[in-house]
């Protein structure tokens, strides 16, 4: 049963105007691992006609030299982003030869991690700042652990959107909003793991050396029988010493001075692994909690895009929030984009319902339960008798759902009076009986297969669909990778700082 604060709140919005005058912008950033067709990780460098990864717009690496992330512009449809998400896909496959697309969260099979190679940029100073925090990362958690792939949901709202809702819809009011859609996307995130989780499952070789708890699948294979996503647990894409910064997303300076904090707090162990290597080259940014402001892990983060070298926190302290990244989605299998429309305009419905919501500020308590919340969604959410906490009081699941989903369903609706599209959408997914998390334990125990087998097969299934599409037109992108290329060049020619002294710059900025 909805309660009657939405429904107030909702009221609210629908007579301002807030959905007659909405429009979203949304990109998306997506992971994956290029691979051999034996489904071991890929030696070979980054596709040169895929452009710089330093410079590109399109397309990049992430912390390895084989872990492609695909960038799309923002877009005001989740059509046209979806279009523009899918001819990434192409182009990028258009240059792979006989390699493929790891099209799953959790990492292929490695021997060791010496298979592991760090992404390069080449030696101008911001590319070798960038290859040195890839360095700090390795030396801090290890390189399988960076190897888990994911889909960011950068999404923001028109200045006009702001407008309905406010006389004077200052920096300060949308920074207010924003952090209050933060707080609520965390509440509810649990929803996002039971609908979007798709990682149960991974070969023993990612927890190589780690301690864990996961049982064991098969010969080979460690999982948990009612896991949504792995990748978003204690034994994915985590680190446990950030809980001392004990963020909060009450107020905007409270978080960056969190972040500060974290970057100038050092950790003895990573004191103990030192700045320089062995030859005196630089091997960490920093040896804080974070070597840098992105080292944060958390399932949503507040950004603001700016110049090469600027410092994420400098931004956000002199601008304010421009949009909001979601991080927490794993990468759907059975899509060849790992994420569709529907998907997308659900992931709109959602954060629009976390930003119309009333959210009070959070509490020590409630922090720690969201915490406990989704421990217990990500090792659980399969689980047809599970519990949450919220203040204080287990409640079933089943329960959280139907208020929750009536809520959505009224935010689609209020939505689709002036774009339609998003009820039909939230209808198609909440009808979907089988989730994807599901889904990969039944077919993997169904063909009695291990889950390296089984990701590999299903990965050439999506590698030929993509390689099966004819009439594309890259022009537009093999431009952007050529311009990236010259860019590239451009860089070399103002190099001349010591890297050294370069890090020592980069971190008096903060």
Known sequence: MTSDAFKRSLKIHQEKGFFKNLTIHRGIERESLRVTHKGQISQNNHPENLGSPLTSKDITTDFAEALVELVTPTFDSAEELFKHLSLLHKFLYSELGEEILWNFSMPCAFQNER????????????????????????????????????????????????????????????????????????????????????????????????????????????????ATSLRMSEVGYQSSVQNALKISYNNLDSFIDAIINGIKTPVKGFEDLGLLDETGAPQQISTGILQIENELYDIVRPKRSGPSGSRPATLLRDAGIEYLELRGIDVNPFIP??????????????????????????????????????????????????????????????????????????????????????????????????LPSERIMNEIESQNLSFQEYALIQSKKIAQEHRSSLNNDFSGLAQNANNSLKDLKNLKENMGMDINKYVELYNSKI
């Open 337 to 434: 984009e790992g994420i569709n429309e529907n998907k997308i305009k659900l992931l709109d419905i959602y954060i629009i319902h976390s930003l119309i919501s009333e959210s009070p500020e959070f509490s020590d308590k409630e922090i720690e339960e969201i915490r406990t919340n989704q421990k217990v969604m990500v090792e659980n959410g399969r689980s047809k008798d599970l519990k949450l906490r919220l203040n204080g009081i287990q409640i079933p699941l089943t329960k959280l759902q139907n208020i929750f989903c009536d809520e959505l369903t009224q935010v689609a609706d209020a939505m689709d009076e002036y774009r339609p599209g998003y009820a039909n959408a939230l209808r198609a997914e909440m009808n979907i009986d089988t």
């Open 115 to 226: 298979e592991i190679r760090i992404a390069e940029y080449g030696d101008t100073n911001t590319g070798m700042l960038k290859h040195i925090y890839r360095k700090g990362l390795r030396l801090r958690y290890g390189s399988i652990m960076q190897c888990v792939s994911g889909i960011h949901y950068n999404f923001s709202l028109s200045k006009d959107s702001w407008g309905s809702l406010s006389n004077n819809p200052n920096q300060d009011f949308i920074n207010n909003k924003y952090l209050g859609t933060i707080r609520n996307i965390k509440r509810n995130f649990w929803f996002i793991l039971e609908r979007l989780g798709a990682s149960p499952i991974a070969h023993e070789s990612y927890l190589l050396n780690r301690e864990h708890s996961l049982n064991k699948h098969g010969k080979n294979d460690l999982f948990l029988p009612y």
